[in-house]
């Protein structure tokens, strides 16, 4: 077989799998492409609002459209993001408004086109360099095949890729970008043209507007490449070049500054003190007063680099998925004062043969005496650890954050798998073939692991009907050891709950997941739906009955209100204010029935009544001055003794007990 034919095939094995893997995830096992991560679709539409900001000429979006990751400057509201992904927005918003806040699944997707083309074209670029003078082997190609299938769906990014949102766009666009920038400063090493230099820097740009980690840290490592080509030790008749390199990335960079500057009047900080989250959160704020004004320094490497890599940064179950993320959130080292930590999972755990094969990498690559070839592979290496920086030292954790070291992974995975493979090409045929079962493994723990963690995020990010569903596949899959996980009680959840805790109230009047996260502990999976059935006699007079009340601190409630004059309509109060519902005819039997049903996805209670119809929605959830998010308790009211001596009548009747439930009390 011939060589580019072999080349062709491992490729295309490799992107397979790599991609079926990714697409399945972004696609949450189904169809929807206009799929959102969370039922509001908070954050999947950051790009689009930014996108209309920049057609009509500011960088500004409306103010309050962010919620809590808004930063307001001068009178403005403005998102961190970089407007890259927005850019990409443009063509189609200009034309419609039927898909703002539903093209983050097909961004992603497009995102991963670029990732599959760079990433292919930089491994196979790597082995060029490696060995310029081989062919490649059937050995070879089966290592490259296995190579890309785990770059392409066995890192972060395929976890990232189950929750369609701004958070993870934006890394789906910045990896690819990267390596992208990776890939061409090895062709200007090699060939400093000028379509290279034009590539190198187009991609580089794209990454400084996407994410300022790996945009800064491309453009510095590309004036590390300008400087060797303007020494003449590499091209001594082409040094020339070295200046269109240097004046690339200071463009690029630069680019960058301007609209971070635009924005937040420094060449890269974020002033985290001016973000909405900040005024709304005491925890924030204690961790910037404890760090000088920042969440950033060196004082949260020793925590960075546990929550990142350690060992047992994954956690294997008895119960389905099988495996997940830590129990816990990353906790602080070294007396550090954290600002959010999360439950992460660590690179060593779920990417431990990239991580093996890039540490490999290291003396192939700067042990004293390499070719050149190898020499240039340095510089694209210095680029990808350049990249981690800014997470090593930022004092947020979240498993997201791991995607920040996938180019250097990806990089030295290239480098470490050429160089093992040729070491085994030297060795018995049995041996080497038999070797390959290692990398296979690997591969297909971690393209796992990706996955199921992926899905069990996309289910309790979304809550509602996809964590009905996903605990009904623990359940099928599960039953008994799912039982241990089942605790009842009559109260609210307990204080001290366990993670993956399964929680039921009462008769089924509610059940609660614990998601072992410090931010928002207790998810609400399902709860019994309640009716208030009022009757009202011919005396009824103009008034207001309180029917349904709802736990939140600003007080909120449902009402049924009168005229006197045989009308009645529903309110609803919330933060917000009062929602009056449509007034409607009092007929015989003067009977109206108010429904109270939960949509756990939303955060929302649904107001219905009969007569009348849809009223409006009252919160489920809320976050407190703690900056924790718990589930709230809806009362609805019976007689209390004020709706009789205003002619109404009023009792509860419960709802259908919830399905899931029943099935798990009863072990059905």
């Avoid at 060029?128 to 081989?134: A, E, H, R, S």
């Avoid at 890599?309 to 008895?318: A, K, M, N, T």
């Amino acid at each position: 077989m011939s060589d580019s034919r072999r080349r062709r095939k491992a490729t295309a094995a490799g992107v397979v799998v790599g991609a079926a893997a990714y697409f399945v995830t972004l696609l949450d096992y189904g169809t929807r492409l206009t799929r959102t991560a969370s039922g509001l679709g908070f954050a999947s539409n950051f790009f689009d609002l930014q996108a209309r900001a920049l057609v009509a000429g500011h960088l500004w979006v409306p103010d309050r459209s962010l919620s809590i990751e808004g930063f307001i400057e001068r009178g403005h509201e403005y998102m961190y993001f970089g407007p890259f992904p927005a850019l990409l927005r443009i063509p189609v918003l200009m034309t419609t408004h039927r898909y703002d806040g539903r093209l983050t699944v097909l961004s992603m997707g497009l995102a991963f086109v670029l990732l599959a083309v760079m990433t292919t074209r930089l491994v196979w670029l790597v082995r060029d360099l490696m060995y310029p003078d081989t062919e490649v082997s059937r050995l070879e190609a089966t290592s490259m095949a296995i190579l890309i299938a785990l770059a392409l769906g066995g890192t972060t990014l395929t976890y990232n890729a189950s929750l369609p949102w701004a958070y993870h766009e934006v890394y789906a666009w910045a990896v690819p970008l990267v390596i992208g920038s990776m890939y061409w400063m090895l062709r200007v090493l090699r060939s400093p043209d000028l379509a290279a230099i034009g590539w190198l820097f187009l991609c580089a740009l794209g990454a400084v507007l996407t994410r300022t980690t790996g945009g800064w840290a491309v453009c510095l490592a590309s004036i590390v490449l300008a400087v060797w080509l303007l020494s003449g030790r590499l091209h001594r008749g082409r040094r020339h070049t070295g200046w269109v390199v240097l004046v690339a990335a200071l463009v690029a960079l630069g680019a960058g500054i301007a609209v971070n500057i635009a924005k937040f009047r420094h060449p890269y900080l974020f002033p985290l003190e001016d973000q909405v989250f900040t005024g709304i959160n005491a925890h924030r704020r204690e961790a910037l007063a404890a760090n000088g004004g920042t969440i950033t320094g060196p004082q949260f490497f020793p925590t960075a680099f546990m929550a990142y890599f350690r060992p047992d940064g994954i956690r294997f179950v008895d119960y389905f998925p099988w495996l997940t993320l830590p129990a816990h959130p990353a906790p602080p080292y070294a007396g550090a004062v954290i600002d959010q930590s999360y439950r992460t999972g660590s690179v060593t755990a779920f990417m431990p043969w990239l991580l093996a094969l890039t540490v490999l990498s290291v003396p192939v690559l700067f042990r004293p005496g390499v070719d050149v070839g190898r020499r240039m592979l340095r510089v694209p290496l210095l680029a990808g650890v350049l990249v981690t920086g800014g997470v090593m030292a930022y004092g947020y954790f979240a498993f997201r954050y791991t995607c920040e070291f996938v180019p250097a992974l990806v990089l030295g995975g290239a480098v470490g798998t050429c160089a093992l493979t040729h070491w085994l090409e030297r060795r018995p045929r049995w041996l080497a073939s038999g070797a390959l079962v290692v990398p296979a493994a690997f591969t297909a723990f971690s393209i796992t692991a990706s996955m199921v963690t992926g899905y069990s995020a996309a289910a309790t990010t979304y809550g509602g009907p996809s964590l009905v569903s996903y605990l009904s596949h623990q359940h099928r899959l599960s039953p008994d050891a799912q039982s241990r996980l089942i605790t009842t009680g009559d109260d609210g959840p307990p204080a001290d709950g366990f993670t993956d805790e399964i929680y039921i109230r009462g008769d089924c009047d509610a059940m609660y997941l614990d998601s072992g996260e410090d931010a928002q502990p207790w998810l609400l999976v399902e709860r019994r739906s309640a009716v208030v059935v009022a009757t009202l006699d011919r005396r009824a007079r103009a008034a207001r009955v309180q029917i349904v009340r709802i736990d939140t601190s600003y007080p909120s409630s449902v009402w049924l209100q009168t005229d006197g004059r045989g009308r009645a309509r529903v309110l609803l109060t919330t933060r917000i204010g009062t929602q009056p519902g449509q007034w409607f005819d009092l007929l015989e039997p003067r009977v109206v029935r108010i429904g109270v049903r939960d949509r756990p996805e939303l955060g929302y209670a649904e107001i219905s009544s009969t007569p009348g119809g849809p009223v409006g929605y009252v919160p489920t959830t809320e976050f407190g001055t703690d900056g924790v998010s718990r589930p709230i308790d809806l009362e609805a009211l019976s007689d209390t003794g004020r709706g009789a001596d205003k002619g109404i009548d009023l009792r509860v009747e419960e709802g259908l007990t919830p399905p899931l439930c029943e099935r798990l009390r009863n072990g059905g």
